[in-house]
């Protein structure tokens, strides 16, 4: 196999556009692809203070590493969720390419800060807490987004993880999820910092070999609370059927956003109002960051 840029020898297929690139020219070909979905959703500007959503992983390290090459204004933010040694790692490598590159990297530290870690969280049903560390970075990366001034946050998501969150909302018909399910998430409030996710056309095996390729040292493992998500059964799926049909998932999800979204947008936008004890956007009278987090605190021993 032949690199469709130089011809040399190819070291990365990417099946989905029949094509494959030398290692020379394959960040090239990653980089004009994020900056074709930036431009394609006038995500931002050269002009914007952009915040990146850090978790340490290849996805959120290769987006950083591609906007900084292509000359955006970025800083990042990372979240210290006190999920044992994946947390440290996953802190120490985030905080190692900032160093590398020059970066701010804002933290939050969720026990010295806030009295709590991710695993105290734990649904009592499921036994994992995704669906409260999920409202956390929510949380957190608004309201430093805000507070800081910057004009919008970007988050690592790519194709897999959109594709995979598409295929969990149709098989369980979740239609509000599904209207608002999109690679741009408008500010409607003046606390409510603008989402985009410039990665989402790309999947997670281009990130991993774009950040292969520019050397990014990213932690491989995966966070051990992922371990029987369905999130990754919906991947696996996704990924047999992509085997023998190339492409698929990305049909699938752009698919979805060009033709099946508008049909279950609501008009009427959802009534933002501030946070009775936080001041942070919500819907209800006090935000569900703020009762989760009371919730629990309530039910974990008392720090001394
Ligand atoms: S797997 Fe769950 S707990 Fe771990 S980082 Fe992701 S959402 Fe948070
Ligand atoms: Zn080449
Ligand atoms: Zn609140």
């Given at each position: 196999m032949?690199?469709?840029?130089?011809?040399?020898?190819?070291?990365?297929?990417?099946?989905?556009?029949?094509?494959?690139f030398c290692?020379?020219?394959?960040?090239?070909w990653?980089?004009?692809?994020?900056?074709?979905?930036?431009?394609?959703?006038?995500?931002?500007?050269r002009?914007?203070?952009?915040?990146?959503a850090i978790?340490g992983g290849?996805d959120?390290?290769a987006?950083?590493?591609?906007?900084?090459?292509?000359?955006?204004?970025?800083?990042?933010?990372?979240?210290?969720?006190?999920?044992?040694?994946?947390?440290?790692?996953?802190?120490?490598?985030?905080?190692?390419f900032a160093?590398?590159?020059?970066?701010?990297?804002?933290?939050?530290?969720?026990?010295?800060?806030?009295?709590?870690t991710?695993p105290?969280?734990?649904?009592?049903?499921?036994?994992?807490?995704?669906a409260?560390c999920?409202?956390v970075?929510?949380y957190?990366?608004?309201?430093?987004?805000v507070?800081?001034?910057?004009?919008?946050?970007?988050?690592?998501?790519n194709l897999d993880?959109?594709?995979?969150?598409?295929?969990?909302?149709v098989?369980h018909?979740?239609?509000?999820?599904?209207?608002?399910?999109?690679?741009?998430?408008?500010?409607?409030?003046?606390?409510l910092?603008?989402?985009?996710?410039?990665?989402y056309?790309?999947a997670?095996?281009?990130?991993?070999?774009?950040?292969?390729?520019?050397?990014i040292?990213?932690i491989?493992?995966?966070?051990?609370?992922?371990?029987?998500?369905?999130?990754?059964?919906?991947?696996?799926?996704?990924?047999?059927?992509e085997?023998?049909q190339?492409?698929?998932?990305?049909?699938f999800l752009?698919?979805?956003l060009?033709?099946?979204?508008k049909?279950?947008?609501?008009?009427d936008?959802?009534?933002?109002?501030?946070?009775?004890?936080?001041?942070?956007?919500t819907?209800?009278?006090?935000?569900?960051?703020?009762?989760?987090?009371e919730?629990?605190?309530?039910?974990?021993?008392?720090?001394?």
């Amino acid at each position: 196999m032949r690199c469709i840029k130089c011809k040399a020898p190819a070291n990365v297929e990417v099946r989905r556009h029949r094509s494959a690139f030398c290692a020379g020219c394959y960040p090239d070909w990653f980089r004009t692809q994020v900056q074709r979905t930036i431009d394609d959703h006038r995500m931002f500007s050269r002009d914007d203070r952009v915040l990146v959503a850090i978790s340490g992983g290849k996805d959120s390290l290769a987006l950083w590493h591609a906007l900084l090459r292509l000359g955006y204004q970025t800083d990042g933010m990372y979240i210290r969720l006190g999920i044992g040694d994946y947390s440290v790692r996953s802190q120490a490598k985030s905080e190692a390419f900032a160093a590398r590159h020059g970066l701010q990297l804002h933290q939050v530290d969720l026990a010295a800060d806030h009295g709590f870690t991710i695993p105290q969280m734990r649904n009592q049903r499921e036994g994992k807490p995704c669906a409260a560390c999920g409202t956390v970075k929510r949380y957190h990366f608004n309201k430093v987004a805000v507070d800081l001034g910057y004009s919008v946050v970007a988050t690592g998501h790519n194709l897999d993880d959109e594709a995979a969150t598409l295929f969990g909302n149709v098989l369980h018909w979740q239609t509000d999820f599904l209207g608002r399910q999109g690679p741009v998430l408008e500010s409607t409030h003046s606390n409510l910092a603008r989402k985009v996710k410039p990665l989402y056309r790309l999947a997670e095996r281009d990130s991993a070999a774009y950040a292969i390729i520019e050397r990014i040292d990213y932690i491989v493992e995966e966070c051990p609370m992922a371990i029987g998500a369905k999130s990754l059964a919906y991947k696996d799926t996704l990924n047999a059927l992509e085997e023998t049909q190339p492409g698929l998932k990305y049909q699938f999800l752009v698919g979805f956003l060009r033709q099946g979204r508008k049909a279950l947008k609501t008009e009427d936008p959802v009534q933002i109002r501030q946070c009775a004890k936080c001041g942070q956007p919500t819907t209800a009278e006090v935000c569900a960051y703020c009762r989760m987090v009371e919730r629990r605190l309530k039910k974990l021993p008392v720090r001394r």
